[in-house]
């Protein structure tokens, strides 16, 4: 029998980037089908939220993410470029969002065909992983071909069906909530939720729980 659970996964969370691999790799270990749900970070959803948030949320965060990338022999760099444009001084965000917006409904194209999960892995660790210029040159490109997909194709349909792609990422989020969280990385599983990447291993031990077994 084969299991199911949703991944709510946001490209430019750093704890998304490093619980996806893990993930994926549950996935190809078990007999378990994982649906990539796309949402758009926070920063898009609350522009205000990073001026709202104490101020050593962000120091924090940043000496934690490098510690878990170590803990668990992860490639980790700051993202170059950073998917959200943001000033780091003001924390004020941008009006227009150019890299988050295409990286996202590329990953709800992604996962319409069923690919999402290996796609946000892949591209996430050109983002997260320390390449440079991550949106230029054939970088996305070679990172859909590992996910056996063709970028051009994503894009064509990207660009012809922005607002609808739209409205699915919409929806995953409304889905998300609906689960009783709001962050990512939330891995849902029979309608319990699992935040963030050291839920990963409670996960399992749910999924086990309830007759998961090995492929």
């Known amino acids: 029998m084969t ?14 980037y490093l619980s996806v691999g893990r993930y994926r790799s549950m996935a190809e270990q078990y007999d378990l089908e994982i649906a990539l749900k796309p949402v758009y970070p926070l920063a898009v959803r609350q522009p205000d939220f990073f ?3 104490h101020p050593n949320w962000i120091g ?31 924390r004020e965000i941008a009006p227009e969002q150019p890299y988050i917006k295409r990286i996202t409904r ?36 070679q990172a859909a071909a590992k996910a056996g997909l063709d970028l051009a194709e994503l894009d064509a349909e990207v660009s012809a069906e922005p607002d609808t792609l739209d409205e ?3 929806a995953n989020q409304s889905a998300l909530e609906a689960s009783g969280h709001w962050g990512v990385p939330t891995l849902v599983f029979e309608n319990e939720p699992f935040f963030g990447q050291d839920r990963i291993e409670m996960a399992l031990w749910r999924m086990k729980q309830k007759g998961l077994q090995p492929r």
Do not use: C
């Open 3 to 16: 299991y199911s659970a949703e991944l709510y996964f946001s490209f430019r969370s750093p704890y998304s």
């Open 51 to 53: 001026e709202r948030n």
């Open 60 to 90: 924090y965060t940043m000496r934690d993410m490098v510690r878990v990338a170590q803990f668990h022999g992860i490639a980790f760099g700051p993202p170059a470029p950073d998917p959200i444009i943001q000033d780091m001084t003001t």
């Open 106 to 141: 590329l990953g709800q194209a992604a996962a319409r065909r069923g690919k999402g999960l290996v796609f946000a892995h892949e591209a996430a660790s050109l983002i997260w992983g320390g390449a440079q210029n991550w949106h230029e040159g054939d970088h996305l490109a």
């Open 168 to 170: 699915e990422i919409a």
